[in-house]
């Protein structure tokens, strides 16, 4: 098994579902994993990739690829496979990626699995786990022939630094015409105050029981004091209470962190599917009823404006900020 | 202008979902319905050729016969008429000959605009437009909250993980709206009595130029092993909150080493 993952990186920093992936991909051996970096300037930064398993970093130091725009990707990743041979090519899922894995997928007459939560070895063949109908089922798929490309869900991998140095080799992809055509010509970025929803540890979330807007400060401050970031529902982030970019569900972001406390979120199907991967969940609600409670680890019936601020000043107490 | 929006039928959101245990494919025979996220694709298709730019809107779809039911309330709305791609052995395409077999509608309809909805409602699939653009060798957009269209070019604004990004591409073009690009409306009256006259074109894969081992069973690189129950949660618990739940909260995070 020749593998290869798409690492993507902003700001001067490799992203960390795409470490996961780089991770996996390292668990799973093989007799070799190697990592693509793109982009303008980041030859220093594709060397990290060998602490997360990478033997080979390829890399493709061109303006062209200065912007997060998938066509110019698909070319260069479609010379790579062709040239060296890779069969498996990985990629964590991402507004970028997983339109550079579908274009992959057409341009090598590939089968791509996405969605996927876990990547096995199993009799001899790679095994994706892909939970299906709102999470309620898990399918085990594969694919007929190589090349295979894999897209994980977002937050579905944890990177595990296990040290070592990756060779780093640059290549140069030859771009097709339609590939440029699509031009970025404005970029803003929102300022975070904290860790983005991906990568945070701890995730606090407000939905509809909030009663308001204004009331976020109070998931804001609990946040901050248990060092974690902001999430919200789609209800709220439609009803315009908060930014779309911390918005986790079907149709916002996936986020698997290690604690997701929700605060006033009832738990709709639209949210639990991007959530429910989080390893101990702590829902905070006054309906005894609300389904959060069937997947809660511990589930709190009450008035969160009582519990969350005496809750934010005892976490504040205990870790002394 | 001439605007292609590609729809799919998908299980209705009330009929209860299952998998075939045989073919382990989603079973398609309840109540079908249109994708609710390509209804705004059709809805944006809509606004922008009542909003001056004229034309036609064509559904494209990929499916059985009986998803042009589904496909009649998109026609309801407005849009002009439905090519509908269906084939015994288009079932049970994968991405790739679900792709292949849309481009190859797409390549014969040679629309201005190609645009898709966010997501299918379905399978999750928020993946198909990058490979019908790849197959078209047009540049694509995805995850488009605001569309406007001026000298030949398309520029669509979205929201990505680190803010927005505002991107250009000359026309032809392939476009994924996002669902908050627009509220959709509903058919009126009017619109669903005179849906029924408008054209249905049915083709098949082979009047593509698709070769059987090109799509369905014979041309998918993927393939579903099996399917099992999603792995158990450890116990929960749940309590009241008789005033100490904050602390009770507190001490059942440390006990898990999570503070």
Redesign the interface.
């Given at each position: 098994m020749a593998t290869l993952v798409f690492l993507e990186h902003?700001e001067g920093e490799l992203q960390k579902g795409s470490l996961g992936a780089l991770s996996k991909a390292s668990e799973l051996g093989g007799d070799d994993v190697a990592a693509v970096v793109l982009g303008s300037g980041v030859e220093e930064l594709a060397k990290g990739a060998g602490r997360f398993g990478a033997g080979t970093v390829f890399v493709a130091d061109d303006p062209a690829f200065e912007k997060?725009?998938?066509?110019p990707r698909?070319d260069a990743l479609a010379q790579l496979v062709g040239e060296q041979g890779f069969d498996t090519i990985l990629f964590a899922a991402?507004?970028?990626s997983?339109?550079?894995?579908?274009?992959l997928?057409?341009?090598l007459?590939?089968?791509?699995?996405?969605?996927l939560v876990d990547l096995v070895s199993e009799d001899g063949r790679l095994?994706g786990k892909r939970?299906?109908?709102?999470?309620?089922?898990?399918?085990?798929?594969?694919?007929?022939?190589a090349p295979r490309i894999a897209?994980f869900r977002s937050g579905a991998l944890e990177p595990k630094e296990t040290g070592g140095e990756a060779d780093v080799r640059t290549f140069d992809p030859r771009l097709?015409d339609?590939s440029s055509?699509?031009?970025?010509?404005?970029?803003?970025?929102?300022q975070s105050t904290g860790p983005?929803i991906?990568d945070a540890d701890?995730i606090v979330a407000g939905g509809r029981g909030l009663g308001g807007p204004e009331k976020f400060t109070l998931v804001e401050e609990l946040a901050q004091a248990?060092g974690g970031a902001v999430a919200a529902t789609r209800a709220v982030v439609?009803s315009g209470w908060y930014p779309?970019?911390a918005q986790v569900g079907?149709?916002g972001?996936s986020v698997a962190p290690?604690?997701y406390v929700a605060c006033g979120i009832s738990g709709a199907i639209q949210h639990k599917?991007g959530m429910q991967s989080s390893s101990?969940i702590?829902a905070?609600n006054k309906d005894?009823n609300a389904p959060i409670?069937d997947?809660?680890?511990?589930?709190?019936?009450?008035?969160l404006n009582?519990?969350v601020p005496?809750?934010t000043?005892?976490?504040r107490a205990?870790?002394g900020r | 202008m001439k605007i292609a929006v590609c729809v799919k039928q998908v299980p209705d959101a009330a009929a209860p979902?299952?998998?075939d245990p045989q073919t382990?494919r989603?079973d398609r025979s309840v109540e079908g319905a249109i994708n609710p996220f390509d209804v705004h694709a059709v809805e944006e298709a809509l606004r922008i050729k009542e909003g001056g730019e004229g034309g036609e809107v064509v559904l494209v779809s990929m499916g059985p016969a009986k998803a042009a039911e589904s496909l009649r309330k998109a026609l309801a709305m407005g849009a002009d008429r439905v090519v509908l791609v269906t084939d015994e052995a288009a079932e049970g395409s994968?991405?790739?000959g679900t792709?292949k077999a849309l481009a190859a509608a797409l390549a014969r309809e040679e629309p201005d605009l190609v645009l898709f909805g966010?997501?299918s409602s379905d399978?999750?699939?928020?993946?198909?437009?990058?490979?019908?653009?790849?197959?078209l060798?047009?540049?694509?957009?995805?995850?488009v909250a605001e569309l406007t269209l001026s000298d030949g070019k398309a520029?669509g604004k979205?929201?990505?993980?680190?803010?927005?990004?505002?991107?250009?591409?000359?026309l032809p073009?392939v476009i994924a709206v996002?669902?908050?690009i627009n509220e959709p409306r509903y058919p009126s009256l009017k619109g669903i009595m005179g849906a029924k006259s408008k054209p249905q074109d049915t083709v098949t894969s082979s009047d593509l130029g698709l070769s059987a081992d090109e799509i369905g069973e014979a041309g998918?690189?993927?393939?579903?092993?099996?399917?099992?129950?999603?792995?158990p949660?450890?116990d929960?618990?749940?309590?009241?909150?008789d005033g100490s739940?904050?602390?009770?909260?507190?001490d059942?995070?440390?006990e898990?080493k999570?503070?």
């Open positions: 902003h997060p725009l998938p066509q698909v991402s507004v970028l997983a339109d550079v894995a579908a274009g997928a057409a341009r007459d590939a089968g791509l699995n996405w969605d095994v939970p299906a109908l709102g999470d309620t089922v898990v399918a085990d798929v594969g694919w007929t022939a897209l097709e339609f055509a699509a031009v970025m010509v404005e970029q803003a970025h929102e983005s991906e701890v248990l439609d779309y970019s079907q149709t972001r290690k604690l599917v101990t702590v905070i005894p409670f997947f809660a680890d511990l589930g709190v019936v009450g008035d009582e519990i005496k809750l000043e005892l976490v205990r870790r | 979902k299952r998998l382990k989603l994968d991405l790739l792709a966010q997501q399978s999750d699939g928020a993946v198909l437009w990058a490979a019908v653009a790849e197959k060798r047009r540049p694509v957009i995805s995850q520029r979205r929201q990505t993980e680190f803010g927005y990004d505002v991107i250009e591409a000359p073009a996002s669902d908050a998918k690189r993927t393939e579903v092993y099996a399917v099992g129950d999603p792995p949660r450890g929960s618990v749940k309590i009241e909150d739940a904050a602390e009770k909260i507190v059942y995070l440390s898990r999570l503070i």
